[in-house]
């Protein structure tokens, strides 16, 4: 007997006509699989190819860009705007919003499209992470960049693991595996476990020194309870809290002993990173929130690179953490 297992585009279509949905989300998400499954093919050649080196250019952030970055980039944008589907994007590798479908287009989709470039050298995993929120469909658009709370479906790929979570609004978050012939296939739902056995705790501990005060009071009693994971691509470190409960955070670096290099503001991008994993990690029964204790899917962007920090996890875990950052000295 022949076992054909269920596709992300099979689970996708019963979604869709279980709740009298159009058939325009498919075909969007159908792009953004595409796109993935190509910068899967390039980054599995990208040593023998050598393309895992700088391009040469300096993006808007100041950040050396990769050839990785151009590609994945330029094949993401070339699949949505295919797609038809699509009125803007904004994208990790362009300085300012990018309109595509103006008149046709329904969606909005903000993407890294190459995310955890300190792995791309090593071949080791990167994400490929993408939020879509809807046009307004009943008056005017006024292309307002949408918070996490007006996302529809947020997403990542592990590229190239193979893994692809997608979490769709009030649906909860599911994770898929890519088979032999390029589907992403095996539904599985994902829910952070209760358990504190399995959590863990991944964070950039070379800068532990540079946190508040308070952060690194919890860190130092708190910590050792937890197993330490950290691969320095969110779409990674996130996969496994997802998996095994736990926290993840990118906090502000508040106090660097080299003032000039602190990031009060944090790090990740809200919009492509942060509000990203907020919205899977909420599906998935978590919380997600910002070094003020602000909810995440609260903060509505006001530049489409606005940074953030992110605290991101099991529901205790954040509340503990909450109460720490918010503690008036
Ligand atoms: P890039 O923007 O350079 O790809 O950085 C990746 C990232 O935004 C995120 O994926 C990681 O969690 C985080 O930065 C790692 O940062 P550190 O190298 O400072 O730990």
Redesign the pocket.
């Known amino acids: 007997m022949l076992n054909f297992e269920h596709t992300f585009m099979d689970f996708l279509l019963e979604h869709q006509e279980r709740h009298n949905r159009t058939y325009h989300f498919l075909i969007l998400m159908n792009s953004l699989l595409n796109a993935a499954k190509r910068i899967q093919y390039y980054y599995l050649t990208g040593a023998l190819r050598g393309n895992l080196g700088l391009a040469g250019s300096v993006n808007v952030q100041g950040?050396n860009v990769l050839k990785m970055d151009e590609i994945a980039n330029e094949v993401v944008k070339h699949y949505l705007s295919r797609s038809g589907r699509v009125i803007q994007i904004v994208s990790?590798e362009e300085e300012e919003p990018v309109l595509m479908n103006i008149d046709g287009g329904r969606y909005f989709v903000y993407y890294?499209p190459?995310?955890?470039?300190?792995n791309v050298p090593h071949n080791l995993p990167i994400?490929f992470l993408f939020g879509v929120a809807k046009r307004n469909l009943e008056g005017p658009e006024d292309l307002h960049l949408r918070s996490g709370r007006e996302y529809i479906a947020a997403g990542m790929f592990v590229i190239p693991t193979g893994t692809f979570t997608i979490a769709l609004r009030q649906a909860g978050c599911w994770r898929f595996h890519i088979d032999e012939i390029m589907n992403y296939v095996k539904p599985t739902q994902m829910t952070l476990p209760d358990d504190r056995k399995s959590w863990e705790i991944s964070y950039?501990s070379a800068?532990r020194e540079t946190y508040a005060r308070g952060l690194q009071g919890w860190l130092a009693v708190n910590e050792k309870k937890y197993a330490f994971r950290?691969l320095?691509?969110?779409?990674g470190?996130f996969h496994r809290i997802l998996t095994n409960g736990g926290l993840f955070m990118?906090p502000a670096i508040v106090n660097h002993p080299d003032p000039k290099k602190n990031k009060p503001q944090g790090?990740?991008?809200l919009m492509y990173?942060a509000a990203v994993t907020a919205f899977m990690c909420c599906e998935a029964g978590g919380l997600a929130i910002d070094e003020n204790g602000r909810d995440i899917l609260d903060l509505v962007p006001e530049k489409p690179h606005q940074r953030t920090a992110l605290y991101l996890g099991s529901k205790q875990l954040i509340q503990e953490v909450l109460e720490v950052l918010t503690k008036k000295p």
């Open positions: 950040e990790e890294d190459m995310d955890g470039s300190s994400g950039n800068n950290y320095g691509a969110l779409a470190d990118y790090k990740l991008r990173e």
